[in-house]
């Protein structure tokens, strides 16, 4: 029995993929859970249209990504905090610098994207990875220094 793969399967294959199972498999495990449909006319057209539209979607994420990339890697961000000698009262955080991204270059990116093993506690200048897509790493450049009270 031949069916389409709705979840990557260990032993089978990755989404998407036109299987060849026995049909007690099909029947009592992959169509019941919702890992597979059959593999029919009308679901191989579906899927080969999800496929083409995913696509699409991922090459325009991939053409923002370079865009935000030609517009972060030149800048050094500039943040200004409280702090004593050397150690900031308090941390900047991976969602201070989006905000603050946002407010002093009007530039929105995504804090959950921000690599930021662990939030910045001194002052001084940090190389930041942005991965927007998987292609496309951005380096940004942040600038810690203490503000004038």
């Known amino acids: 029995m031949k069916v389409i793969l ?3 399967m260990e032993n089978l294959g990755d989404v998407g993929a036109v299987v060849n199972v026995k049909p007690g498999y099909a029947r009592n495990y992959l169509l019941p859970r919702g890992l597979a449909t059959l593999a029919s006319e009308s679901n ?4 080969e249209a999800k496929i083409r ?3 699409k979607r991922s090459a325009e994420r ?3 990504a370079e865009r935000l990339k030609e517009l972060l890697e030149p800048l050094t961000l500039t943040m200004k905090v ?3 000698e ?12 989006a905000e603050a991204l946002e407010v002093q270059h009007q530039i929105k990116i995504d804090p959950k994207r921000l690599v930021l093993e662990k939030p910045i506690k001194e002052l001084g200048e940090y190389t ?3 991965k927007p897509h998987p292609e496309v790493p951005i380096t940004l450049k942040v600038s810690v220094q203490a503000a004038k009270e």
């Open 82 to 84: 409280k702090a004593g």
């Open 44 to 47: 191989l057209r579906a899927l």
């Open 6 to 8: 709705l979840e990557p």
């Open 128 to 130: 930041l990875a942005y």
């Open 62 to 64: 991939k053409a923002e």
């Open 86 to 97: 050397s150690k900031i009262y308090g941390s900047v955080t991976a969602r201070d610098i």
């Open 53 to 55: 539209a995913q696509a």
